[in-house]
């Protein structure tokens, strides 16, 4: 059988297809490649390296940080640091932006904003855990880049993507022109092509949310999970419900299977908890560049505007019939509310 391409030989296929494509974008994917075969490593025996458990520290978000956290920004910052194309880092796990300039990179034109290491509070249990990376250009054109360069809106990606370590290790990216994922070969230590052009199914059967916080959802969304749960032969409904508790395992399924994933405002968490620079806006590049779709419920994600940097929001993202549908459950609550109000 023939080798599969690997992810080095297919971003130099592609990189013809960017005009002003100098090899710097190819190269910063192939060192956010390259950190995440050294965060498989570790994810992969973390039982056995005392990698499990908490570190003993919290981050921004005031979560306590697993070691494995901490072991995957190191990785990451460390990549991008030397290949040199990187100016400046935002992760999940820092607080401030992490200047990489240094003299390698002092004209480096890429900023990059990272969760290295989503879902980790499922690492002691042995549940898929995954990266998220966006990539964006420096809006400045002199002296440093900014915190103004990491906040930019969504549709400004050049590429976006996310790295599942489940049981196997996958690489899946966009850079505009469709997705494409890649199988880590164990073998020869290379990330191969598996999944060509992947297209999330336009609907399907499963919807993935945390129940445990019913009482606490707006009523658009309590209505839809009981759309969701109501027998309908022709819709194929009842839906299955599916939730691991990692994003990246639940929407990896909603790209291969169908379906949606919602994490709406709860009374804990009245802006959503998700973090849009890191997590829903590379997300939402790969679903919609995959055929789906993303919103808040009502906006599109990658047209939110971007104002702090660990902003968070409410996401309804996955087959685009299905985010559609929940819309339109959200829309009509908010209509009847508004008459109710009037009415009052
Ligand atoms: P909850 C993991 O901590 C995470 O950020 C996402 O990966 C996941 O979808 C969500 O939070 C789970 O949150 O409140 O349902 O435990």
């Known amino acids: 059988m023939a080798q599969a391409k690997t992810l080095g030989q297919f971003i130099i296929e592609k990189q013809a297809d960017f005009p002003y494509a100098k090899g710097e974008l190819s190269r910063l994917l192939r060192d956010i490649g390259i950190a995440a075969k050294i965060v498989n490593r570790e994810v992969n025996k973390a039982g056995l390296m005392d990698m499990q458990g908490e570190a003993g520290s919290t981050n921004i978000q005031g979560e306590s940080q697993q070691k494995l956290d901490i072991y995957a920004n190191e990785q990451f910052i460390t990549a991008l640091k030397s290949g040199g194309e990187c ?192 997590e829903c806006n590379p997300m939402s590049f790969v679903i919609e560049q995959a055929g789906g779709r993303a919103t808040d419920g009502k906006n599109r994600i990658m047209e939110l505007d971007v104002n702090s940097l660990h902003q968070r929001t409410p996401i309804f993202i996955g087959s685009e019939q299905m985010v559609l549908k929940a819309e339109e459950f959200m829309a009509e609550a908010v209509e009847e509310e508004m008459s109710m109000g009037l009415a009052g």
């Open 87 to 278: 100016c400046i880092l935002a992760s999940e796990e820092n607080e401030e932006i992490v200047m990489l300039d240094t003299d390698v990179s002092l004209d480096a034109k890429y900023i990059v904003a990272i969760d290295p290491l989503d879902g980790s509070s499922n690492i002691d249990v042995n549940v898929s855990v995954g990266t998220i990376f966006s990539i964006y250009r420096r809006q400045s054109t002199s002296g440093r880049a900014t915190l103004a360069d990491v906040l930019q809106m969504g549709v400004n990606q050049v590429a976006a993507g996310y790295v599942i370590y489940g049981t196997s290790t996958m690489l899946v990216y966009t850079t505009g022109k469709g997705v494409n994922g890649f199988t880590l070969d164990p073998s020869i230590g290379e990330f191969c092509l598996s999944h060509p052009n992947m297209k999330i199914p336009k609907t399907g059967i499963i919807y993935s949310i945390n129940e445990g916080y019913y009482v606490h959802f707006p009523q658009g969304v309590k209505s839809y999970i009981k759309y969701c749960q109501v027998e309908d032969e022709a819709t194929h409904r009842p839906y299955s419900s599916r939730y691991v508790g990692s994003m990246i395992a639940d929407l990896h399924r909603s790209m291969i299977k169908g379906g949606i994933f919602i994490y709406p405002v709860t009374a804990a968490t009245p802006g959503g908890k998700l973090r849009l620079v890191y």
